[in-house]
């Protein structure tokens, strides 16, 4: 995401992906990792894209491209903490009781809407 400026959802997530727009700030999670490592905003409306810019392992079964996508600017990068030390005190987490933040994020194609206040609880 950062090489390129792109951000992309699996097909199944496009609907609920299309509400997101040119101005709109983002958190990045690091799935692999487990991470929170930077915030931004939002370049571009959503658009759909078949240039492959996600997948470095030419060799997976299943190729996922994530056409649906937006083009990003990071503000701030290099944060690398914990997103289970973080995304519990964010409020669309406030209230789990039966999964975890990391998965809701999962389950959601892996994007969840903040507030700004959770925004800048993140950078703070």
Not at 17 to 42: N, S
Not at 77 to 97: I, N, Q, Y
């Amino acid at each position: 995401v950062k090489e390129h400026g792109v951000v992309g959802v699996r097909f199944a997530a496009r609907k609920r992906f299309a509400a997101v727009k040119a101005g709109d700030r983002f958190v990045a999670y690091v799935t692999q990792q487990k991470f929170i490592d930077g915030a931004g905003h939002i370049t571009s409306d959503v658009f759909e894209s078949d240039e492959d810019v996600f997948n470095m392992d030419q060799n997976t079964a299943r190729k996922e491209i994530y056409r649906h996508r937006v083009t990003v600017e990071f503000d701030d990068v290099g944060w690398a903490r914990d997103a289970g030390d973080v995304l519990w005190h964010l409020s669309p987490f406030e209230d789990l009781t039966t999964t975890t933040p990391t998965n809701l994020i999962f389950c959601r194609g892996g994007f969840v809407q903040i507030s700004d206040s959770d925004v800048e609880r993140l950078h703070d």
